[in-house]
């Protein structure tokens, strides 16, 4: 079976603070992706990767950056974490973009 | 930007009922269609996904149809069951050498016993 994991489930941080979400899979998938979840907005494109230390942006990159120096781990940071980034965010990865992508748990992150 | 829309947002029926969940897409050149289901507090889980080369796919009491002409895909489940009851998410693939999905905004489906 394919698993994915996040580092936490919940997160609780203050405003300003920065913020990194950590994501591995244990399938030896080229591609992963990070995504928000909000309700009414469906799941957006935050950051992908399709290889290691490669990476694009996707529909909603702003007050994020992203890391990838190993094949199995993809890291969302939220370089200032700002009240409207209360989200929830979920990881996911594929072998290729006709494929399914698994997803990780998801981490419930609140800024206050 | 390239967008999939997805209707109806929310979706009551009787248990044993029908129900369809419908999406649009805009960019021509997608070619993978793929439904998530996502149960409450659960991840995404794919359930049946179609590509581009076929018009209707089935698996048990799940259906999609594609209409690549009119850039439409519905979801189809019959006979309708307590446990079907969960958020759906239909996605289209972007097109060219990309592994990008685009998500719809869900559907959350109650299947009332």
């Known amino acids: 079976d394919v698993k994915v994991t996040q580092s936490s489930r919940y997160l609780v941080k203050r405003t300003g603070e920065k913020v990194f979400l950590e994501c591995v899979q244990d399938?030896?998938?080229?591609?992963m992706f990070w995504y928000r979840q909000d309700p009414g907005l469906g799941l957006r494109l935050i950051y992908f990767?399709?290889?290691?230390?490669?990476?694009e942006k996707g529909d909603i990159p702003e007050g994020y950056s992203v890391s990838r120096e190993k094949k199995e781990r993809f890291s969302l940071i939220l370089e200032s974490a700002s009240t409207n980034q209360t989200s929830m965010y979920l990881c996911a990865s594929t072998s290729g973009g006709l494929y399914e992508q698994y997803f990780g748990p998801g981490t419930r992150l609140t800024v206050t | 930007g390239e967008n999939v829309e997805q209707h109806p947002s929310t979706l009551s029926v009787q248990e044993g009922d029908s129900a369809v969940i419908k999406c649009t897409y805009s960019?021509?050149?997608?070619?993978?269609f793929p439904w998530y289901k996502q149960e409450l507090g659960k991840r995404p889980q794919l359930i049946i996904d179609?590509?581009?080369?076929?018009g209707e796919k089935k698996d048990q009491r799940i259906a999609v149809t594609l209409n690549k002409t009119a850039k439409h895909f519905s979801l189809h489940i019959t006979e309708t069951q307590p446990e079907d009851s969960a958020v759906y998410f239909c996605a289209a693939s972007m097109g060219g050498a990309t592994n990008k999905l685009i998500f719809g905004t869900g559907t959350l489906l109650a299947v009332q016993p």
């Open positions: 399938m030896d998938h080229e591609n």
């Open positions: 990767s399709y290889d290691v230390k490669m990476k």
């Open positions: 960019d021509s050149a997608s070619n993978y």
């Open positions: 179609i590509r581009s080369n076929v």
